[in-house]
Structures are given as structure tokens and as C-alpha cells.
């Protein structure tokens, strides 16, 4: 069974950072690309951003385009997310996903991942 556990949530301040982190437990697997997304209440749940390991390439959701910057290691199939000059929109639960099926594309969509994390809150105050 394979784990995600994603940690470094909290509530900051409006213009301050949080750095996200997730780890993957469990049985093996290799990881074609990873992905952030969020779920604010009563929404749901949107693309944030995705690195593909196979492509070398990372991709980000408009909203968070220039704020953001998503990281990690392939071999440890780890990723992290680094958010800058937060927004109270950015208020979420905050999920790590992870996808095992090759491919090149930018995986935006929630069905393109096999494994989730539990989510970790992120609270921006105004």
C-alpha cells in the first residue's frame, strides 16, 4: 500500500510563505509526475501545480503562476511546494498526488493521479 503524507501547513499572514512538503511511504512504486492541488470550502477541488519527472517540466495553475514554485525528487518520490506572497484565497486544504502512468503531458486533472495524500490546511489571514 502506498502512502502520501503531506506536512507543512499552517496559518500565516497575507504576503507570507509556507513550504509543503509530501513523502511517499509504503510499498514502492516510481512516480511519473506529481501534483499539488487544493480545496477550499465549499469548492472543489482545483489544480495548483505539477512536475513531470519523465518531461523535466513543471507547470502551474494561473492563479498561482509567479507565487508558487513546486520541486522534489523523483527518486524519493518526494515533492514540496513553496508558496510566496500568500493570498487569503489561497486558503485550502492542500493535497499531493501522485501519478505512476508514463507520459509527457501536464497532468492537470485530479484522474490523471493514482495516489493521494490526506491533505494538509493552509490559512492565509487578511
Known amino acids: 500500500q502506498v502512502q502520501l503524507v503531506e506536512s507543512g501547513g499552517g496559518l500565516v499572514q497575507a504576503g507570507g510563505s509556507l513550504r509543503l512538503s509530501c513523502a511517499a511511504s509504503?510499498?514502492?512504486?516510481?512516480?511519473?509526475?506529481m501534483g499539488w492541488f487544493r480545496q477550499a470550502p465549499g469548492k472543489e477541488r482545483e489544480f495548483v501545480a505539477t512536475?513531470?519527472?519523465?518531461?523535466?517540466?513543471?507547470y502551474y495553475a494561473d492563479s498561482v503562476k509567479g507565487r508558487f514554485s513546486i520541486s522534489g525528487d523523483n527518486t524519493k518520490n518526494t515533492v514540496f511546494l513553496q508558496m510566496n506572497s500568500l493570498k487569503p484565497e489561497d486558503t485550502a486544504v492542500y493535497y499531493c498526488?501522485?501519478?505512476?502512468?508514463?507520459?509527457?503531458?501536464?497532468?492537470?486533472?485530479?484522474?490523471?493521479?493514482?495516489?493521494w495524500g490526506q491533505g494538509t490546511q493552509v490559512t492565509v489571514s487578511s
Open positions: 498526488a501522485a501519478r505512476t502512468v508514463y507520459g509527457f503531458y501536464r497532468y492537470t486533472v485530479s484522474s490523471a493521479y493514482d495516489y
Open positions: 509504503g510499498r514502492t512504486f516510481s512516480s511519473n509526475a
Open positions: 512536475i513531470n519527472w519523465s518531461a523535466g517540466s513543471t
